[in-house]
C-alpha cells in the first residue's frame, strides 16, 4: 500500500470511530486523542479497524507511538515495508 493508501485507511477507521468528526481538515501532526476526542476504547477500536483494513497487527506497546495521523501513516509504511508478506 501506498502512504496515500495507508492514509485513506486511518482516516476511514477514525472515521468508523469518530462519526461526528470533521476528517476532511484533520491536520496531519495534530494529537488525534484532543483533536478528536477520542478515548482508549475509541483508539483500541481504532488499532483493530487499522489492522482490519491493513492487515498490519498494532501491538499495544506502540500505542503511545501512534498519537497523529501522521505518526499512523509512518508507522504502517514501515511494517510494511520490514514485513510485506503483512500486506493485504
Known sequence: MTKEELR???LHALGDVAPEADLTHLDGA???REALEIDSMDFLNLAIGVRDAT???VPEA???HLATLDAWVDYLAQRMRD????ET
Open 55 to 57: 492487515g498490519v497487527e
Open 62 to 64: 506502540d500505542y503511545p
Open 8 to 10: 485513506r485507511a486511518v
Open 83 to 86: 514485513n510485506p508478506q503483512k
Open 30 to 32: 495534530a494529537e488525534l
